[in-house]
């Protein structure tokens, strides 16, 4: 029997009650049964990238990083915009992930939550350092659905039926992506 393909969930956010992180959460509640997800929670703890650091034996909490970007099947990201780019912090997770491989060829979207008019610049950025990366960019799961703090519920997820339709369908779109090929119904 195949284990059911993984999808990670990146928030880009450290903050407390951030609505990126309700995005994600409110997709692990909307994952179908036959699919896995996990939400990252390991980015305040990543080290500062350094390319001499970036070598066999790497640090624990990269390794632990590539280790789950490896076993999915497909990631699903979902940043805020500081200064006009991404957070430094998020960043610097996508630079460890710059070195490795485990990112290339993998299908991932992101979806922007910020207010009407703000977000281009992460996305831009985003996009950019996507690139770099190898990850393969599934366009018709990439959206952007601003939500209003009144949008989240006090379990920190998303109430508000018309984002949660949006959700599930990119959800539906990133598991579908490639055909639901070999990398997503792998053992």
């Known amino acids: 029997m195949s284990t059911p393909p993984l999808i ?5 956010s450290l903050r407390t009650g951030s609505t990126n992180d309700s ?3 409110t997709v692990q509640a909307l994952a179908p049964s036959d699919v896995r997800t996990v939400l990252y ?3 305040a ?5 350094n390319p001499d650091d970036d070598a066999d034996p790497l640090p624990t909490p990269v390794a632990e990083l590539r280790a789950v970007i490896n076993e999915a099947a497909a990631v699903l990201i979902c940043t805020p915009e500081y200064a ?8 610097n997770l996508l630079d460890w992930t ?7 060829d993998k299908p991932v979207a992101w979806v922007n939550a910020a207010a009407p008019g703000r977000g281009q610049g992460g996305e831009a950025t985003l996009r950019e350092v996507l690139g770099y990366t190898g990850a393969i960019i599934v366009e018709s799961a990439c959206a952007k659905i601003p939500v209003a703090p009144q949008m989240v519920g006090a379990d920190g997820s998303i109430t508000d039926p018309g984002v949660r339709e949006q959700l599930s369908r990119i959800l539906g ?3 579908g992506s490639h055909g639901r090929s ?4 792998r053992a």
């Open 8 to 12: 990670l969930l990146l928030s880009g």
């Open 98 to 104: 710059v070195g490795g491989t485990e990112i290339c």
């Open 84 to 91: 006009g780019t991404l957070p430094g912090s998020f960043k």
């Open 23 to 25: 995005v994600l959460r």
């Open 41 to 43: 929670d390991g980015l």
């Open 45 to 49: 703890g990543l080290p500062h990238f």
């Open 182 to 185: 070999a990398e997503l119904d």
């Open 173 to 175: 779109l990133l598991i």
